[in-house]
């Protein structure tokens, strides 16, 4: 039985001889072709132009073991890239510190319960006890020391992805590290401070607008952290195995639950004034958007939109605010797309899909 070190480097080899450059670059190629407005046609779908199989049998990680060993998240992180090499798929490869939706919660005293292994998935961060004295108690303290919290454990995760992928130069090249995941401003406040939010916004909205305002901030200090371990890319950068114009990539899932309104004036500043400090991005959201789709097309440095349920939205209005506006859809249903297009609606080479 090989310990964990032995594994990693074995895998890492594994990984080094299979990537070729001839066949990375020109996955390269078509997705700056995408991103940078030079793709024509339809749906941009990238393809791999050959599928590479594993010299060696890859270790099965679960997500419990990654979270509490550096080998093991690299285990994990770089057999999804195995993966995508195996069966050939257009997807870029990229990996990151893996520690669920708490890490920016955890800064502000929120604990992080860890799910029982047979679920094999990321934990979850529980609301703080105390309600309106505790957030005002946050709010005191001013922004959060980065240093605490899972923080630490993401950075120096980082640190170990970059210390080991140091032999390999064509890992180095063709395997990215992507930051990991923040959240959202509205998201992490939700976290934070649990259901109870969605009635204190309207009793306590000044309260609501200092917490979102810590949160930015202390976003911004972890992300000018982050950013001096594994640095942006010059105009592009990866998230998910794809490829998007500007730098980070905000989550909106809360976003569902709030009106038009509400949106503009509780999540969409705080969403800009990241895109502003932090050179553009993307949005995430889950569920329901086209209620306020209009609003988050208007921020500055929007550049791309992931949303994972067309089903749940006026998708129509979702085309005219983003593929209409040059916005990117990436990450979306081949079929709801493709149906769409027997339909007549066009993307004007702004649609992304997946097989």
Not at 46 to 75: C, D, G, Y
Not at 320 to 328: A, H, L, R, S
Request: aromatic content about 12%.
């Amino acid at each position: 039985m090989r310990d964990d070190k032995a594994q990693v480097e074995m895998c890492l080899e594994d990984l080094e001889l299979r990537l070729e450059d001839d066949v990375e670059s020109d996955l390269w190629d078509q997705w700056i072709g995408f991103t940078s407005n030079d793709f024509k046609g339809d749906l941009f779908l990238p393809v791999r132009r050959k599928a590479i199989p594993a010299r060696i049998k890859w270790p099965q990680v679960t997500v419990n073991e990654a979270l509490f060993s550096f080998e093991k998240m690299a285990l994990q992180q770089l057999g999804g890239c195995s993966d995508i090499l195996e069966k050939g798929y257009g997807s870029l490869l990229d990996i990151r510190c893996n520690y669920g939706t708490g890490i920016m919660t955890s800064l502000f005293g929120a604990e992080i319960h860890y799910m029982e292994e047979h679920f094999n998935t990321l934990p979850m961060s529980l609301p703080l006890e105390g309600g309106v004295n505790r957030i005002r108690d946050l709010i005191a303290l001013g922004v959060r020391d980065i240093s605490g919290g899972l923080s630490e454990k993401v950075f120096d995760t980082a640190r170990y992805f970059i210390e080991i992928t140091k032999p390999y130069p064509k890992i180095k090249k063709y395997i990215r590290i992507y930051h990991p995941d923040l959240q959202g401003p509205m998201d992490i406040c939700e976290l934070l401070w649990g259901s109870r939010l969605f009635l204190d916004i309207y009793d306590n909205p000044e309260l609501v607008h200092q917490l979102l305002d810590l949160i930015t901030q202390t976003y911004i200090r972890f992300m000018e952290e982050w950013v001096k371990i594994v640095p942006f890319g010059n105009e592009y950068n990866t998230h998910w195995g794809m490829l998007h114009k500007g730098n980070i990539m905000l989550r909106d899932d809360s976003a569902m639950n709030f009106s038009p309104a509400m949106f503009d004036e509780f999540v969409r500043p705080y969403d800009q004034t990241l895109l502003n400090r932090l050179g553009g991005g993307a949005i995430h959201f889950c569920g329901r958007g086209d209620h306020y789709i209009a609003g988050m097309s208007q921020m500055t440095g929007v550049y791309a939109i992931n949303l994972s349920q067309p089903q749940c939205n006026d998708m129509e209005k979702i085309y005219q605010n983003t593929v209409d506006k040059g916005i990117k859809l990436i990450g979306f249903n081949k079929q709801y797309a493709e149906k769409a297009l027997q339909e007549g609606r066009r993307f004007g080479g702004n649609m992304h899909v997946w097989n």
